[in-house]
């Protein structure tokens, strides 16, 4: 069964640095993520924000609604899920795109009342949504329909109240009951009601972690199954504990938990753990990115019993020592809901010789003579989307030497320049090699906010230079002295002479002699 959806592909522009709210918080750099970029998705208003690694968190989006439920990177976009109003059953379930740069997309709309979670399943995007029953939506890009995507229904257990959450394990979509400690799992064809106790309220996140794959609940208690399939409440865990469970993660070889009385606790399961870090309010989002545990406190949207309409919205990082605060005091309206670190997208550098007289191009093992000058072009792609951004920042040209053919290359490279990108490209300066011998050139991308680092090959550019021939020698000359030869050409010169006045004698005056 397939959704109904307007054809109303909404794009909104925001001018980054202008209309778009840039926050100053006091956080020192070692909060940063390691790798990719972390994002925040609030409530009250429905905002995503991106911390910029310099102590800001930058608002990259308009107002998304109420709450943005859950963000996910996929094919270089990020999406967001959002709800319409604080009545968790009274609005309208959206899905933005926003394409890394300026621009947000309404790629979905009418998505059941609000979209929860949203996962990568098979190599397709996928939503779950409430509170309609428990449902589940395939995503189809689509280029016609005003280009809105197209959104298929693949589950619709109606039986159930909805989607709360969704993880990738054990080969299916685990999706947790938005009202009850009710788990199913779809395996590409069909829904499976696995866990079907009415009991407890509602399934707010999935982990793996230590062989099994964990389901934290409403009370305190936690679901633990080593298929994805049987599940039985975790030793220790049947019981309530000082209220909701809302999130759990492994970090640092442990499992992790998060409360709504703001307690993060650390534990090797089966035990409730150690206390960590008491937040001011509860915490109902967690991150990680293998370095730094991130989390964010406020007012849960979305839930059973309504939104909570205020809270302390904070974020933390802690890197298994320290808690520090990422954020200045109750800065993202009425709380975080959503943490995501999205990984860098790969990037790939070619590169191209040039020689420096007629900027004539030089192919891979061709020649040059001692004395004349070589660059070198690089050209950085990214992701094909052309919405997308392409790569930014630096490009630093290298070189090796060895002066005969079957000597190895040296170990160290030796730098050119470094230029930074224009229009995905970055040019060299000018390179005069001192010695006669072998060359080769690579260009190393050294990556930006959004794209990992990259080097061009190794062997893509091979250049021999000769040395300078030595000049032709002058033409030989004899050792013998010119006299001789001046002599006899006088001689002749004088008897030539005496022959022709006698001849001349005797044809003007016959009878002289």
């Known amino acids: 069964m397939s959704a109904s959806i307007v054809c109303i592909a909404i794009v909104i522009s925001i001018a980054l640095g202008s209309a778009a709210t840039s926050i100053t918080s006091s956080v020192a750099e070692a909060g940063s993520p390691s790798t990719g970029e972390l994002y925040a998705g609030t409530s ?13 968190w930058e608002a990259i989006s308009p107002t ?44 979905g709309d009418n998505l059941d009342n609000q979209v929860s979670s949203l996962v990568v399943y098979q190599g397709s995007l996928y939503a779950g949504t409430a509170w309609k029953g428990m449902r589940l939506y395939k ?26 959450c969704l993880d990738v394990s054990h080969g299916y979509i685990l999706m947790g009951d938005i009202y009850w400690d009710r788990i199913g799992h779809w395996d590409g064809l069909t829904f499976h009601p696995d866990q079907i106790q009415a009991t407890g309220s509602c399934i707010y996140d999935f982990e793996e972690y230590g062989g099994y794959v964990y389901g934290a609940a409403y009370l305190g208690r936690m679901w633990r199954s080593p298929d994805g399939i049987h599940w039985n409440l975790t030793p220790g865990f049947e019981g309530s504990y000082d209220g909701c469970m809302w999130q759990v993660e492994t970090f640092n070889g442990s499992l ?38 991130y989390f964010g406190t406020g007012g849960e949207a979305g839930a059973l019993y309504g939104s909570e309409t205020a809270g302390i919205a904070n974020i933390y990082s802690y890197d298994g020592t ?18 995501v670190v999205v990984d860098k997208a790969n990037s790939t550098t070619e590169t191209q010789l040039h020689e420096a007289s007629n900027d004539d191009p030089i192919a ?40 005969n053919s079957g000597d190895p290359w040296p170990a160290a490279w030796t730098g050119i320049s470094t230029n930074g990108l224009s229009g995905g490209t970055a040019t060299s300066g000018d390179f005069n090699p001192a010695e006669a011998g072998y060359y080769r050139f690579r260009a190393h991308y050294t990556g930006d906010s959004k794209y990992n680092e990259s080097y061009s090959g190794l062997e893509t550019e091979l ?21 001789p030869n ?28």
């Not at 009250?44 to 800001?56: F, Q």
């Not at 189809?140 to 229904?153: E, L």
């Not at 320290?322 to 943490?339: E, T």
């Open 463 to 483: 250049l021999s230079v000769a040395a300078i021939s030595p000049p032709s020698p002058p033409p030989s000359v004899s050792s013998a002295p010119p006299f």
């Open 364 to 403: 891979n093992g061709g020649s040059i003579t001692l004395g004349e000058s070589v660059y070198d072009v690089a050209t950085v792609t990214g992701l094909s989307d052309p919405d997308i951004d392409e790569p930014t920042g630096n490009v630093v040209f290298e070189y090796q030497y060895k002066l």
């Open 322 to 339: 320290n808690v520090q605060l990422i954020s200045g005091q109750d800065q993202f309206g009425a709380g975080v809901q959503v943490l």
């Open 486 to 513: 001046v002599y006899v050409g006088i001689g002749a010169a004088l008897g030539a002479g005496i022959l022709a006045y006698f001849l001349h004698r005797r044809l003007v005056t016959p009878n002289s002699l």
């Open 139 to 164: 995503y189809t890009p689509s280029t016609t329909n005003c280009g809105i995507a197209n959104w298929t229904r693949e589950v619709n257990y109606t039986a159930w109240s909805g989607t709360r």
């Open 64 to 107: 998304l609604g109420y709450a943005v439920l859950s963000l996910l990177e996929y094919e270089g976009h990020l999406y967001a899920g959002t709800m319409s109003t604080s009545n968790p059953s009274g609005g309208v379930g959206q899905i933005y795109r926003h394409d890394r740069g300026t621009n947000w997309t309404l790629i």
């Open 44 to 56: 009250n208003p429905g905002i995503v924000y991106r911390y910029t690694a310099n102590s800001t």
């Open 256 to 293: 992790y938990m998060t409360y709504a009385n703001g307690e993060l606790r650390v534990s090797n399961v089966p035990d409730r753990g150690t206390l960590k870090y008491t937040a001011p309010d509860g915490i109902i989002s967690m991150e990680t990115d293998g370095a730094n545990l």
